[in-house]
């Protein structure tokens, strides 16, 4: 009482006292309502944004635009969908295998799955369709993956509940894990995303693998870029790994180390592909050959890199198809996990295979061959090869590949940039309607 007389005395306007009448109790009552109310709407507000708010673990750009991206799941369950997910798993041919492919909207995901599907095997895709690049592309894959019939889920590598649901629904043979976050230069940007999709999204993929009953076979995506700063060329797999000059290297490196555990502990069947600069129809549009496309078409001049000394930057270009055969070619001959339900039953198969085209060509020669295919003359404006990830050439030994998958790359740059330039400008025309 003394207190809410003491409260009655502060003055609402400086300089002036309330009077005393006998509406002020009633406009107090009013007041400590409407402090109570607003006391409850700021409260909530700090709730809403440090709790629930996707960027609450970080204010900084890096881990907002982290989550943005990481799209979570929100519209799977139902009988529908279930049912969906089931008709796209079916197999269809007599020794037909069923997948789950992880970034089945990505570039390599796309056609992995098409070529899987066409042979009669079950696919399910599944894709964050995230805005690293353009989602509209990601979105034009997956239409033409419906076509075909496959059915692409909506769902992050990194939605465990999501995960295992497809596994309740599908028992997968094998499990193709393209989903990833790609890029050499844009780890410096935003390292966050390279740590949450390439090193806990793949355990996250893993751990649900290895509590499957049965234990799925899995192939997954590594990358050229393990060899980082490593001089013996060409790369074998059993040259030294331990140098990567870019964090996306170091998360797919320590992706193989990842591996490596599973396989031990819970004898599961894995095989990491180090990709060598895949290209092709369909492609991503953060790499050089594709976004060299547009701005050559668009006039704009083209950053090409050399090292010192005028060094010349090559790369072992590799055909989205050779890499398409390669990736089958790995699912078929891959053994069965030995484990179920997270226990080991015996040594599982662990391997690791280069997927290039073993002959690397200058970034200057890419440019050549795409003015000659384009009948556009670039304007070409050398630099440096920055000091954020990329290493001066790739060049891959495929000799292990060739003998256990029978693997053999037969697309030259200039026939593979043929039917890039050829979808190119099919899909965006001749300039005009450009890529972003
Ligand atoms: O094999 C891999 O594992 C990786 O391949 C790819 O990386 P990279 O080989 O670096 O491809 P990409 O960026 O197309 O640059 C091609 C060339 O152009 C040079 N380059 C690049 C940009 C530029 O502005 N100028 C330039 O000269 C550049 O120096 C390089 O020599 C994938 O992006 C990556 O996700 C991963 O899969």
């Known amino acids: ?149 496959v059915y692409v889920v909506e769902g992050d590598i990194n939605d465990v509940a999501l995960l295992k649901k497809l596994f309740d629904i599908v028992q997968f043979s094998h499990v193709m894990h393209l989903a990833a976050q790609a890029g050499v230069r844009y780890a410096m940007e935003n390292p966050g995303s390279y740590v949450h999709s390439n090193i806990a999204g793949l355990v996250n993929v893993l751990e649900v693998c290895k509590n499957a009953n049965p234990q799925p076979a899995i192939v997954w995506a590594s990358s050229s870029s393990v060899y980082g700063l490593n001089t013996k060329v060409p790369f074998s797999e059993k040259d030294r790994t331990d140098q990567p000059a870019s964090l996306y290297a170091a998360t797919k490196k320590a992706g193989e180390e990842i591996a490596h555990t599973y396989n031990h502990i819970y004898g599961l069947s894995l095989t990491g592909l180090r990709f060598f600069t895949v290209y092709g129809p369909w492609g991503r549009p953060d790499m050089a050959y594709f976004f060299f496309t547009r701005d050559i078409l668009k006039g704009k001049s083209i950053p090409i890199f050399e090292a010192a000394n005028h060094g010349t930057v090559a790369r072992d270009f590799t055909y989205i198809d050779d890499i398409v055969k390669g990736c089958l070619a790995a699912l078929d001959t891959a053994e069965k996990s030995t484990g179920s339900g997270g226990k080991k039953k015996g040594p599982a198969q662990l391997r690791v295979f280069n997927l290039g085209n073993t002959s690397p060509v200058p970034v200057s020669d890419l440019v050549s061959i795409l003015e000659r295919l384009l009948k556009v003359k670039a304007k070409r404006s050398v630099m440096k090869l920055p000091r954020n990830g990329d290493v001066q050439f790739t060049h891959a030994n495929i000799s292990f590949a060739k003998r256990e998958l029978g693997y053999k790359p037969t697309t030259d740059l200039q026939t593979g940039l043929k039917k890039f330039v050829r979808w190119y400008l099919s899909y965006y025309g001749d300039g005009k309607k450009s890529a972003q």
């Not at 979570?72 to 008709?87: C, F, H, L, Q, V």
């Open 1 to 149: 009482m003394s207190q809410m007389k003491h409260i009655d005395n502060i003055p609402s306007t400086p300089g002036k006292f309330k009077e005393k009448s006998p509406y002020n109790r009633l406009r107090l009552h009013f007041s400590l309502t409407k402090l109570t109310f607003w006391s409850f709407v700021f409260l909530g507000l700090i709730f809403v944004f440090f709790f629930r708010s996707p960027s609450s673990s970080s204010s900084s750009p890096a881990a907002s635009d982290l989550s943005r991206r990481s799209l979570r799941t929100n519209s799977y369950d139902g009988p529908a969908w279930e049912k969906r997910i089931k008709a796209s798993a079916k197999v269809r041919s007599h020794s037909g295998i069923s997948v789950l492919v992880t970034g089945a909207a990505g570039f390599v995901g796309t056609h992995v799955s098409a070529a899987l599907k066409r042979r009669g095997d079950g696919v399910v895709g599944l894709d964050n369709f995230n805005d690293y690049y353009d989602p509209t592309l990601k979105r034009a894959r997956q239409a033409l993956l419906e076509r075909a019939g």
